[in-house]
């Protein structure tokens, strides 16, 4: 997994559970279409960010639309947060310069 | 009224003037006559006059709707009965998570009236259902390994 698609999948899981295929969209509405996530790329993030104790996720209901497959969601752990914080944080010290913020 | 006499009204206009709900309908009913039947049947006295001016081109846009659902309803049996032949090779994690997601994007853009795209994103999902799998059964199995 790249560095931006976990970056983007943390922030966009601090905004509430969801699962791949919304995800997906989250993360680029986020992002005013600057980041965009294969669809077939998401879920081995997904899983290894699970593994990580990021993100825990739990089976939905069986749904119609999906010919009977329930759909897998995923929230943030509280480490989660923590490592999503740390990211932001790093992530604005880099770009202060760029966004004339004085420190 | 003035528009009575316009001789370009467009079945499109005839709906939104009468208020029907052509499509909603559409999906509720079974076919054409029955369709517009019931359309007329909701239509007010003093709108059948437009109805009744308007008829060959609700008629005819009426079976063009159907008929694109019939295609669409072989499309969508095409699609799943490929998917569905697939199904039987892929771990349950994979089947309900990433192909479960496959399928939905694949239902929406079906209804959407999508066609080529359709078939290119079965292809995408056949080609990334394999890779996830792969990567899925060598990372349990490292995991397995590990925990012996």
Same mark, same amino acid.
């Given at each position: ?5 976990? /970056?983007a999948? *943390?922030q &966009?899981?601090?905004?509430? @559970?969801s =699962?791949g295929?919304e995800?997906?969209?989250?993360v680029?509405?986020l992002?005013?279409?600057k980041?965009s996530?294969v669809?077939?790329r998401?879920?081995p993030? /997904?899983?290894? *960010?699970? &593994?990580?104790?990021?993100? @825990?996720? =739990?089976?939905?209901p069986?749904?119609?639309e ?5 759909r ?10 923590r ?6 944080r &790093?992530?604005?010290?880099l770009l202060?310069?760029?966004l004339?913020?004085?420190? | ?6 001789p ?16 909603f309908?559409?999906?509720i009913?079974?076919s054409?006559?029955?369709l517009?039947?019931d ?11 437009i109805?009744?001016h308007a008829y060959p081109?609700?008629a005819?846009?009426?079976a063009e709707?159907f ?6 309803h ?10 569905e ?5 892929l ?9 479960g ?6 239902n929406r853009?079906?209804?959407?009236g999508q066609?080529?795209l359709v ?9 990334w ?11 349990k199995?490292?995991r397995?390994r590990?925990?012996?």
């Amino acid at each position: 997994m790249n560095i931006d698609t976990r /970056l983007a999948l *943390l922030q &966009a899981f601090t905004h509430g @559970e969801s =699962y791949g295929l919304e995800i997906i969209e989250r993360v680029k509405k986020l992002t005013n279409g600057k980041i965009s996530i294969v669809q077939g790329r998401v879920y081995p993030a /997904l899983r290894q *960010l699970e &593994a990580e104790g990021l993100l @825990e996720s =739990y089976d939905g209901p069986p749904l119609p639309e999906r010919n009977g497959r329930p759909r897998r969601y995923y929230r943030i752990t509280a480490a989660g947060e923590r490592a999503a914080r740390q990211d932001a944080r &790093a992530l604005f010290r880099l770009l202060k310069p760029a966004l004339g913020v004085v420190a | 009224m003035a528009w009575h006499a316009e001789p370009t009204l467009t079945a499109g206009v005839v709906y939104e003037i009468a208020g029907l709900r052509f499509r909603f309908w559409g999906r509720i009913l079974g076919s054409p006559d029955v369709l517009l039947e019931d359309v007329y049947g909701q239509v007010k006295a003093m709108d059948r006059e437009i109805f009744a001016h308007a008829y060959p081109l609700l008629a005819s846009d009426a079976a063009e709707f159907f008929e694109e659902q019939q295609r669409c309803h072989k499309r969508k049996r095409r699609v799943q009965s490929v998917l569905e032949a697939w199904t039987a090779v892929l771990p349950p994690r994979i089947l309900n998570e990433d192909f479960g997601d496959w399928v939905e994007d694949l239902n929406r853009r079906l209804a959407r009236g999508q066609k080529w795209l359709v078939w290119l994103r079965v292809c995408a999902c056949v080609f990334w259902t394999v890779v996830n799998s792969i990567g899925y059964i060598a990372g349990k199995a490292r995991r397995d390994r590990r925990a012996i």
